[in-house]
């Protein structure tokens, strides 16, 4: 069993920045692979970026690349979704989620086992 926390939502202005955190506990030694999602209403959930076990590989949807970053930290057992140059169509919930370690990366939200509860990330115009 994974439990993973997203912290770090908010409402910030178009142009601003904003760093959500996803912290993990209990089993995650066989679900490294971290992956963001998000999610608005009336729309699919769609992947955000992912980090492999390593923390070398990192991958992004075309709509956020050059804006968001992805790093973990393993001593903390936490990854991070660095969100800068934000834009009003980035306001969704966001999730982490759990892959298992074998991924290098994956966009299917139906490889992940485990998911956060999502926090919110309003942007204003």
């Known amino acids: 069993q994974v439990e993973l926390i997203e912290s770090g939502g908010g409402l910030v202005q178009a142009g601003g920045s904003l760093r959500l955190t996803c912290a993990a506990s209990g089993e995650t030694a066989n679900y490294r692979y971290v992956g963001w999602f998000r999610q608005s209403p009336g729309k699919e959930r769609e992947f955000v970026g992912g980090?492999?076990?390593?923390?070398?590989?990192?991958y992004y949807a075309d709509s956020v690349k050059g804006r968001f970053t992805i790093a973990r930290d393993d001593a903390k057992n936490t990854v991070y979704l660095q969100m800068n140059s934000l834009r009003p169509e980035d306001t969704a919930v966001y999730y982490c989620a759990a892959a298992p370690t074998r991924f290098s990366t994956t966009t299917y939200d139906k490889d992940y086992r485990y998911w956060g509860q999502g926090t919110q990330v309003t942007v204003s115009s």
């Open positions: 980090v492999n076990s390593a923390g070398d590989s990192t």
